[in-house]
């Protein structure tokens, strides 16, 4: 036990610890010509342990096989640093700018962790005039099967994008049917179907019978968005119901979600990019696209927004605009895009960027423990060495009294300062 308490707190472990990380920024950010960025970051910085990447370097390609994930560095690095704050640890004034200091660095790590593992980021896209109780998944899709529940209610049973793997049979026991994937594609373009040049088609169900899938290689880029496909079958009491095509270019092509009769029983379905419900809604009142005089540089994005809770009976209009986000139930919403309405190019468009991140003050409250730890540690050794430099100094007095307030003045202002801004309540 005492090996490996003196191998955690090493200083050794600690510079290996930061030279990995080092190189596992340089590798992830090599993977990114090949896997793009989210891939790349899911592979070496989301990930306990690196297995057999190839990448490219100066025209070259060469392979990494094994090297330590981001989850592994960061975790160990915590523990590092935590077992070594705890051994060094003393109640000392002349130490208590340094000991400020690795708690804020520890409390840094501890707070991407908890980033990493506990927010949530989706998006809210809706025209002016539009209402909208929910966000969506910039990448992940669920399929949706949906029952009127009366009331102006739904009941919705999801299966994530996951779980639709070619030969897959899924049950649940809402679900009258069993769902079998006979085909599944990650990205795809849809076109009308020539029954004279595409033959039969593999829908026997559902507006898939008049289109044709074409599949396409997975989008990898930032710009880019992957829109899956599903041929899935359905089978009630050992009959089956129909093959069905679902896929996100169904309603992006005016369709509605497909009507499944089951006994009488009917259901809706859709293959759709996954959503978080809110317990508010959302309108999208006006939008303002402001830009710099004869250029097409944005200047500033502002959405107008009505935001209406029923279980609170709040009803308030705010502006979403750059670098002033609304705060709200624990989601933070951010201006993120905006456009016109193809269909009404006098209709704007708004795109919410919305983060839950439950975390979200801790690497604040690190920088302010980090940059106190500093301050108070640099000031120690300054005066220090002003007083051997300078000599002894009388203690007290009016002028050294008059500093110490005017310092405290200073330090005061810029801390609240800086906590006005981070909360958005100046500019």
């Known amino acids: 036990m005492k090996l490996i308490w003196k191998f955690l707190c090493s200083l050794r472990l600690t510079v290996v610890l930061l030279a990995l990380a080092v190189l596992l920024i340089f590798f992830g950010t090599l993977a990114q ?11 070496w910085f989301e990930s306990w342990i690196v297995i057999w990447q190839h990448l490219q370097l100066f025209g070259g390609k060469f392979t990494v096989p094994i090297f330590p994930g981001g989850y592994l560095i960061g975790t160990t690095l915590f523990v590092g640093l935590t077992a ?13 700018g340094v000991n400020l200091t690795h708690g804020g660095v520890i409390l840094l790590l501890l707070g991407q962790l908890l980033t990493q593992e506990l927010a949530l980021e989706s998006y809210i896209e809706f025209k002016e005039g539009e209402t909208k109780g929910y966000a969506e998944h910039h990448r992940d899709n669920e399929l949706a099967f949906i029952r009127d529940a009366g009331e102006g209610r739904d009941e919705v049973v999801v299966i994530p994008e996951s779980m639709l793997r070619t030969g897959a049979e899924i049950r649940h026991e809402k ?55 599903a041929y899935i079958e359905l089978l009630a009491g050992g009959n089956s119901l129909g093959t069905w095509l679902v896929t ?43 830009q710099y005089r004869g250029t097409d540089i944005p200047k500033n994005f502002r959405s107008r927004v009505r935001v209406v809770d029923g279980k609170t ?62 301050y108070l540690q640099f000031r120690l050794h300054l ?32 801390v609240f300062k800086f906590t006005l801004n981070l909360f958005g309540y100046s500019s």
């Not at 060495?385 to 100094?393: D, H, V, Y």
């Open 33 to 43: 010509v090949d896997e793009g960025l989210w891939k790349a970051q899911k592979i």
């Open 84 to 96: 070594a704050f705890i051994q060094r640890f003393t109640w000392r004034w002349d130490k208590l």
């Open 175 to 229: 679900l009258p049917f069993t769902v079998r994937v006979k085909e599944h594609g990650l990205n795809c373009q849809i076109r009308r179907r020539g029954p004279m040049v595409d033959g039969p088609a593999t829908a026997t169900q559902g507006v898939g019978m008049q289109l044709v899938v074409e599949p396409r290689a997975e989008a990898k880029d930032m710009d880019s968005r992957n829109l899956p496909y």
């Open 248 to 290: 996100p270019w169904l309603p992006m092509l005016g369709s509605a979600a497909q009507v499944i009769d089951v006994s009488g029983q009917k259901l809706r379905t859709e293959l759709r990019f996954e959503r978080y419900y809110q317990p508010f809604e959302m309108t999208l009142l006006k939008t303002s696209h402001e």
């Open 313 to 374: 009976r709040e009803a308030r209009e705010v502006d979403i605009y750059m670098n002033h986000p609304l705060r709200y139930a624990g989601l933070t919403f951010y201006q993120a895009r905006m456009g016109k309405d193809q269909d009404d190019p006098q209709r704007g468009t708004s795109a919410l960027q919305v983060v839950r991140n439950p975390s979200w003050l801790a690497p604040y409250v690190g920088c302010y423990v980090v940059a106190i730890g500093m």
């Open 383 to 414: 005066v220090k060495f002003l007083g051997q430099r300078l000599g002894a100094t009388r203690r007290g007095g009016l002028g050294a009294i008059s500093a110490r307030v005017l310092e405290l003045g200073v330090l005061g202002y810029l």
